[in-house]
């Protein structure tokens, strides 16, 4: 049966967008009558607040989307990832790396940089080579620096291509990428594929601003030796600013929702009819949402909030941003 997932970080409570991506990611699965996982991506512990693991699960229980089995969090399982990162480099697939991310985005945005396309996809600067071949005497000054290293494992520029089951086809180089940071924390780019492998996923759906990150999971599977899921990547939900949604911009979760007088089941109406799965009017069920839900009709393009639902916000907490 293929596995589904959603995978949220629980940094500050699920906004609409969250929502709406685990939505989809349910609908996938219980349509199919495929089990449902719901796993924390919680590496990064300074961001992460204790109490949002639980509201986290409040809210999806609230709409009825729940799971199977008890969640998971990644930050228990460190050292599954750190096992990988030292396989890999006995096998000779990692090398140090001194650069910042500002020696990474000026490396790509040089007039003789990178031209790749992931250069130009925003937020993403494709990494440039530059510690891949330093000799064992330049290591060893930078390690004098004092300057801790990332760990990057080697893609050369291995080209992939999938098929998005929203997004089409896409494809491309992977470039060599940190699978463990300066701190020694494992990363994202490796953790969130071993844990898809391990438990079994094979239907990740996600925020399509992710979908660039997808051709480094390809390869990361590959070497991992793990099964590749199928993917299928949502468009965001955007702010009437066409930013992508943040607490800033209002009444944007289900606690806010309820706060001026909504329901749960108002809000899950919304969210069907932001996929075009109901009409703005209706009330909706989950059951009803099953019964109609076919992921080729879902809508490819961002679903912006208009400001007349985002009005009488509550104020922002700026502790945790989403």
């Not at 999938?162 to 494809?171: K, N, Q, R, Y």
């Not at 001026?260 to 919304?270: P, R, S, W, Y």
Request: charged share 25%; net charge negative; with cysteine.
């Amino acid at each position: 049966m293929p596995v589904g997932r959603f995978a949220p970080s629980p940094t500050g409570r699920l906004h609409m967008g969250n929502l709406r991506t685990a939505l989809v990611a349910w609908l996938f699965a219980r349509s199919s009558n495929d089990p449902f996982l719901l796993r924390f991506e919680d590496l990064d512990l300074a961001l992460v607040a204790e109490e949002h693991y639980q509201t986290q699960e409040l809210d999806l229980n609230a709409l009825g989307l729940g799971w199977d089995g008890e969640s998971l969090r990644q930050s228990h399982r460190t050292e599954l990832y750190r096992d990988a990162i030292a396989d890999l480099r006995r096998a000779g697939m990692t090398y140090q790396c001194f650069c910042s991310r500002r020696d990474i985005r000026e490396a790509s945005e040089a007039p003789n940089g990178d031209p790749r396309h992931m250069a130009h996809v925003a937020g993403f600067s494709p990494y440039p080579g530059t510690c891949r071949q330093l000799t064992q005497r330049e290591r060893a000054t930078k390690l004098a620096s004092g300057r801790p290293p990332a760990t990057r494992v080697r893609a050369s520029e291995k080209f992939y291509r999938f098929e998005d089951l929203l997004c089409g086809t896409h494809s491309g180089p992977v470039d060599d990428f940190v699978i463990e940071r300066n701190d020694g924390t494992p990363a994202y780019n490796l953790a969130v594929v071993l844990d898809d492998g391990l438990q079994g996923v094979e239907m990740v759906v996600r925020g399509d601003d992710l979908l660039p990150s997808t051709l480094r999971h390809l390869f990361m599977a590959e070497q991992l030796g793990v099964t590749i899921p199928a993917y299928a990547h949502v468009p965001l939900v955007l702010a009437p600013s066409g930013k992508r949604l943040a607490k800033r911009d209002g009444a944007v979760t289900l606690e806010d929702r309820l706060a001026l007088g909504e329901t749960a089941a108002d809000v899950l109406t919304m969210l069907a009819a932001s996929l075009d799965l109901a009409d703005p009017n209706e009330t909706v069920t989950l059951d009803s949402l099953l019964d109609r839900f076919d992921p080729s009709l879902l809508p490819l393009h961002p679903y912006t909030l208009e400001d007349n639902y985002l009005g009488g916000a509550v104020t922002p907490d700026p502790g945790h941003q989403n």
